[in-house]
């Protein structure tokens, strides 16, 4: 098992739509989980962050962690075709070094 | 804020030789830097991990002797890669952190895109 697992996709919404980015994650003591956005050829965004269970919200963004289920993911309304990238999850590693381990990312493209 | 500084963006090499890559923090304290590899359609592969004075810690399978890091300074880290081979054509990325669990903790740098010829 992959210690972080996305859905590789393609997602493909049209413009307008919501989009959702799942994510699953292993270990069940992590407590820092992020979503990068990464178009092509460059290096990845930070979006959003989140350590508490619920949601979080961010202009059109919005994380959602649920620490029991190992489960994070990321929801993006009123899509556009500038949305359109590769999402990549990433966990914290609970070791000390505190690096960043990342699921192999979601490719979404939003249709005008 | 948060900003880190990758340079090369891009290089081009022939078989044989080595390619330094830096990376700086240019507004902060990089208490420890990580090194990312990415191939194409594939997502980033943590190569090693150095903090500030001290050796870097390698992630199993990547080689220590060809891909040299140095984390001299708070805000400066360097990987080298020796005696580059066409199979370590890839687009690498350092990242920046400065402790905590703030944005300020995983800045990534612009990659380099190293080809090897």
């Known amino acids: 098992q992959k210690e972080v697992e996305q859905n590789s996709g393609p997602l493909s919404v049209p413009e307008g739509a919501i989009a959702s980015l799942n994510c699953t994650y292993s270990?069940?003591?992590?407590?820092?989980f992020f979503w990068y956005r990464q178009y092509s050829g460059k290096s990845p965004e930070l979006i959003m962050s989140?350590?508490?269970?619920g949601d979080k919200e961010d202009g059109r963004f919005t994380a959602q962690l649920n620490k029991a289920s190992q489960y994070v993911s990321l929801l993006i309304r009123d899509s556009q075709p500038s949305d359109s990238a590769t999402y990549l999850c990433?966990?914290?590693?609970?070791?000390?070094?505190?690096?960043?381990?990342f699921g192999q990312g979601t490719t979404l493209q939003v249709k005008p | 804020g948060a900003v880190v500084s990758q340079h090369p963006s891009w290089v081009i090499c022939k078989s044989g030789t080595s390619v330094k890559i830096e990376c700086r923090s240019l507004?902060?304290?990089?208490?420890?830097m990580f090194w990312y590899r990415q191939f194409p359609k594939q997502s980033l592969m943590l190569m090693a991990t150095s903090n500030e004075g001290s050796k870097a810690t390698y992630e199993q399978g990547v080689e220590k002797d060809k891909f040299l890091i140095n984390h001299a300074s708070l805000t400066l880290s360097t990987l080298t890669v020796t005696s580059a081979h066409p199979e370590d054509s890839s687009f690498y990325i350092c990242s920046a952190s400065a402790g905590g669990q703030t944005v300020y903790g995983y800045t990534f740098g612009s990659g380099t895109r190293l080809t090897v010829v």
């Open positions: 507004d902060f304290q990089a208490t420890t």
């Open positions: 989140i350590y508490s269970n």
């Open positions: 990433a966990v914290k590693g609970t070791g000390n070094t505190g690096k960043l381990i």
């Open positions: 270990d069940r003591v992590s407590q820092s």
